[in-house]
């Protein structure tokens, strides 16, 4: 399967706890984004990559959130103390020029 | 006001029957549009791109009306399979990022 994986599929923890993503995006695609969805809303944007670069970030994404891609390929977004707001589905895409192409997302639980 | 609007739904309609959403950008400066359909718990995917002369992919109509930011999808003789949730969405800034409206959920009935 070439398309946008996205690892783990489920995730649930304690508030309090610190959580991981990882997105491994299509090969040749050198944009890479990361959207929240919460139940009933469309995903909102959260941060960007052109290659390594982070170029922008939502304000949606506080000082407890931080997103990585540090060779250009795969992205992690991590979340500190995670709080029971931040229960929702992470979902991330990749392009190359054009059409962006959204992985399975990451559903994260916080009890 | 949300960047991006859409008729609140559900649109509950028999198969064969012809429906169609509308939703409301805020931003004048956007320059591209699309539609996104997303089934339940999966991701979002391109159903199919909105410009300005209007654009047909067989049952599916897309219409963009820039004077007053308004994008509709008309949907002709529905399928079973057409039960999912439509997104309205607005290419925005510089980076490309998408803005999502909030979705209207269709369910097509035998």
């Known amino acids: 399967d070439t398309g946008v994986s996205q690892d783990p599929r489920h995730k649930i923890t304690k508030r309090g706890q610190n959580v991981t993503f990882r997105c491994d995006p299509i090969?040749?695609?050198?944009?890479l984004y990361w959207y929240r969805q919460t139940l009933g809303q469309g995903p909102e944007f959260l941060t960007y990559?052109?290659?390594?670069?982070?170029?922008?970030k939502s304000r949606l994404l506080s000082d407890r959130f931080s997103a990585e891609r540090p060779k250009g390929s795969f992205s992690t977004l991590e979340i500190q103390r995670t709080e029971q707001g931040d229960s929702a589905m992470y979902l991330c895409?990749?392009?190359?020029?054009?059409?962006?192409?959204f992985g399975p997302g990451t559903r994260l639980t916080v009890l | 006001r949300k960047e991006v609007e859409q008729d609140p739904g559900p649109f509950n309609v028999p198969e064969g029957a012809t429906v169609a959403f509308n939703c409301t950008y805020s931003?004048?400066?956007?320059?591209?549009f699309f539609w996104y359909r997303q089934d339940c718990r999966k991701e979002p995917k391109l159903l199919m791109s909105v410009y300005s002369s209007g654009n047909e992919d067989g049952r599916f109509t897309a219409q963009l009306n820039r004077a007053s930011q308004y994008i509709s999808l008309l949907i002709r003789d529905s399928k079973l399979s057409d039960s999912a949730t439509y997104l309205c969405?607005?290419?925005?800034?510089?980076?490309?990022?998408?803005?999502f409206g909030a979705g209207t959920r269709l369910a097509v009935h035998p």
């Open positions: 895409a990749s392009s190359f020029l054009g059409e962006q192409f």
């Open positions: 990559f052109q290659n390594e670069a982070q170029l922008e």
């Open positions: 969405v607005v290419l925005s800034g510089g980076y490309n990022k998408l803005i």
């Open positions: 090969s040749e695609h050198n944009r």
């Open positions: 931003n004048s400066a956007s320059q591209s």
